[in-house]
């Protein structure tokens, strides 16, 4: 099976998101990945539950929000609420992580735990077995534009071995830096879920640079290349 885009409205043009969402999901994404951040948690300031329930009327795509704030246990119901298949907080930030993926589950939704670059896998050592997905930081949160950071990639290829030894279906999104360029190397780790936002936004054409990209992943099953 091949991993699937996750085009990051970072880094969409604002003043016409429900357009460009529309662009990435007729160029096949599977699905919308909503960028919040608090100006606290980490050094910027983007969108909330309001704006998420707005995408919510304008796309069919699962919206897969990752909450880049502080006290993130306060507002995952108000995401859910808002038409979130996915929520994501990140450990760092999670006082009470058993409490809080127990509360995004029980509200109906996906729970995902985010790890920043350079906070190890142990991290989530006794959370695993009850999440849905990982979430890898391959860059430093707060912007979109940065360079991947290469060392993240052989975090997910441990990820995945150890997600395969304990048996459990849990999935892989990596999210930062991902380009046209990187994308198979990226895809090759045993990845599940990919973010992208520049190297899409990024683009004169959205859509098509969707396009190509999911044709990327498409074609790496066929060639065998997808591990
Ligand atoms: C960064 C965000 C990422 C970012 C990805 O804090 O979590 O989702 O928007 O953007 P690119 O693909 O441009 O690195
Ligand atoms: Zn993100």
Redesign the pocket.
């Given at each position: 099976m091949s991993a699937v885009l996750a085009p990051?409205i970072?880094?969409a043009d604002f003043a016409r998101l429900g357009a460009q969402v529309k662009e990435v999901e007729a160029g096949g994404a599977a699905l919308i990945?909503v960028?919040v951040m608090d100006g606290h948690f980490?050094p910027n300031i983007t969108i909330g539950p309001a704006v998420t329930a707005a995408l919510r009327k304008v796309t069919q795509l699962p919206l897969d929000c990752?909450l880049?704030i502080s006290d993130p246990d306060r507002y995952v119901l108000d995401f859910v609420e808002a038409g979130a298949e996915m929520v994501s907080v990140h450990v760092e930030a999670a006082v009470h992580l058993h409490r809080t993926v127990k509360r995004i589950q029980d509200a109906g939704a996906k729970a995902g735990v985010v790890l920043n670059p350079a906070t190890p896998l142990s991290a989530i050592e006794d959370i695993l077995p009850e999440v849905d997905f990982v979430l890898l930081?391959s860059?430093n949160?707060?912007?979109?534009?940065?360079k991947l950071i290469p060392p993240v990639l052989q975090k997910a290829r441990r990820l995945r071995e150890w997600i395969e030894r304990e048996g459990l279906s849990t999935r892989i999104e990596i999210?930062?830096?991902?380009t046209v360029d990187n994308l198979r190397e990226v895809a090759s780790c045993g990845i599940d879920m990919i973010?992208?936002?520049?190297?899409v936004f990024g683009t004169p054409d959205p859509r098509a640079t969707t396009q190509k990209m999911v044709r990327t992943l498409a074609e790496m099953v066929e060639d065998g290349s997808r591990c």
């Open positions: 990051s970072l880094s990945h960028d980490v990752h880049m930081m860059v949160p707060g912007f979109g534009g940065q999210d930062g830096g991902v973010v992208t936002g520049s190297a």
